[in-house]
């Protein structure tokens, strides 16, 4: 774990398996503080610089990019991150739905949340 990085809404771990090695983070982008998350990831990319890296998130964003049926504000926001660093999305299509709320629209198949 590199505990410089991790906190209470991430964790960094650098995974390393003979020559191969790669950052690895988890990170929950609070629904009200999307710059602050953004700029958490940000902080990671030097450590993963000439290594590999897999960021997986609870973002509560939503864009098409990932299979959701639209995009909002915070979905444009980190789409935009994304593209400036030169990050890619890997999400597949799925008929199983990842979030539902009687409050809200369903999201489509493995929407980011």
């Known amino acids: 774990m590199i505990s410089q990085l991790s906190e209470e ?12 090695k790669f950052i690895a983070t988890s990170i929950y982008l609070d629904a009200n503080k999307i710059s602050t998350g ?15 890296l897999l960021v997986t998130m609870d973002s509560n964003a939503r864009s098409k990019s990932w299979h959701d049926v639209l995009t909002n504000r915070r979905g444009r926001l980190l789409e935009e991150f994304l593209i400036s ?14 979030f539902e709320s009687n409050g809200h629209q369903q999201r489509r198949p493995n929407s980011s949340r």
Do not use: H, M
């Not at 953004?38 to 590999?52: C, D, S, V």
């Open 9 to 20: 809404d991430i964790v960094v771990v650098e995974i390393i398996q003979g020559n191969l």
């Open 38 to 52: 953004l700029n958490k990831i940000e902080n990671i990319l030097p450590f993963a610089k000439g290594k590999g």
């Open 85 to 98: 660093n030169r990050l890619r999305i890997v999400n597949e299509d799925s008929e199983l739905t990842t």
